[in-house]
């Protein structure tokens, strides 16, 4: 799969950092400058997908093997640009496939339902997990999500069975991971000032496997071989959902649902009733993503197959594109 992550030397990511139309601005002119999914030149391409770098890796595995499986000429098109980027690639019609590691705001989603009197389709096709690590040595086997808010927003924070975390690690960077984790636990404030920011999640681990009384948060592929250990999690009610007793994160519970910490990847298609067709071969690499085989290589990746019933659920809804897709 052809992937283009690296941006034109005139753009600046700094407008990435801006708010309001500044935000907006940096998404349309970030939309002129995709080389591979011009609406002109996708079809001769096939289909393209524009979205999220962070299903970079596995996209390529599923293009690839699509591509090879079908018979292809050439292989999907994946411009890797982040969230920020895929509603409006998805809307301006640049493409038919917008996967995002964040769903999709309510804002944008607006503007579809204006557009096409539809909203967009989101079919989930990966699970995402983060795992609380802690020092091995730590006398903490489960915490909830009140403990963790406590730990990140002041310092000293104390648990019921008194003990305290005298280092606490963070993430310094700016992808969705954390951002989702200060919408779990913070609601998106940022963290402490006492919490020790660090330049990714491998540094983290390998900072609290040689730190005492320490704790921070990782993917649990990304702690395998280490000797950090990973907490069960738990959750009191909140927002019209039950209470979670604490659940190790395993990847039977992760898959299962019922490990709190998780986050579905979606791929959002435009809606069923837009008027220009959709790419049918969209339409099949979607359903091809769902499959056993294609499910199977999201474990190598540090990812999480979606359990059956809903994968069943979206190939139905993907049944109703038979009517509006465009051959090739």
Same mark, same amino acid.
């Given at each position: 799969m052809r992937?283009?992550?690296?941006? =034109?030397?005139?753009f600046h990511l700094n407008a990435f950092r801006e708010t309001g139309l500044r935000v907006i601005g940096a998404?349309?002119?970030?939309?002129?400058?995709?080389?591979?999914? /011009?609406? /002109?030149?996708?079809?001769?391409d096939g289909f393209c997908s524009v979205g999220s770098e962070e299903v970079n890796t596995i996209m390529a595995h599923w293009a690839r093997t699509f591509a090879e499986q079908n018979r292809l000429s050439a292989e999907p098109v994946h411009e890797g640009r982040g969230n920020l980027v895929a509603p409006d690639a998805l809307l301006r019609e640049v493409c038919d496939l917008a996967p995002m590691s964040l769903p999709m705001p309510d804002s944008q989603i607006h503007a579809f339902i204006m557009k096409y009197k539809a909203p967009p389709v989101a079919v989930p096709i990966a699970i995402d997990a983060m795992a609380i690590i802690v020092h091995?040595?730590?006398?903490?086997?489960e915490l909830t999500y009140a403990d963790i808010q406590a730990i990140y927003s002041r310092p000293n924070a104390t648990l019921d069975n008194g003990y305290q975390f005298q280092k606490v690690y963070g993430i310094n960077t700016a992808t969705t991971r954390i951002q989702w984790f200060r919408r779990e636990f913070l609601n998106t404030r940022r963290e402490s000032?006492?919490?020790?920011?660090?330049?990714? =999640?491998?540094?983290?681990?390998d900072r609290i496997a040689a730190t005492e009384n320490s704790i921070g948060y990782a993917r649990p592929e990304e702690t395998v071989g280490t000797d950090v250990r990973l907490v069960s999690l738990g959750r009191a009610a909140r927002n019209g959902q039950p209470a979670i007793a604490p659940v190790a994160p395993t990847p039977d519970e992760i898959r299962l649902g019922r490990y709190p910490l998780k986050?579905?990847?979606y791929?959002?298609?435009?809606p069923i009733e837009r008027e220009l067709p959709i790419n049918a071969q969209a339409i099949a690499f979607a359903r091809y993503m769902l499959s056993d085989a294609a /499910?199977?290589?999201?474990?190598?990746v540090g990812l999480y197959p979606v359990n059956p019933e809903a994968r069943r659920n979206a190939l139905d809804?993907?049944?109703g594109y038979a009517q509006n897709t465009l051959q090739n």
């Open positions: 992937i283009n992550t690296k941006l =034109p030397t005139n998404a349309l002119l970030l939309l002129s400058l995709l080389p591979g999914c /011009q609406t /002109q030149k996708r079809f001769n091995p040595d730590v006398p903490v086997a000032d006492h919490v020790v920011e660090l330049s990714g =999640p491998l540094a983290l681990v986050r579905y990847y791929i959002y298609l435009p /499910q199977a290589m999201l474990r190598p809804t993907l049944a």
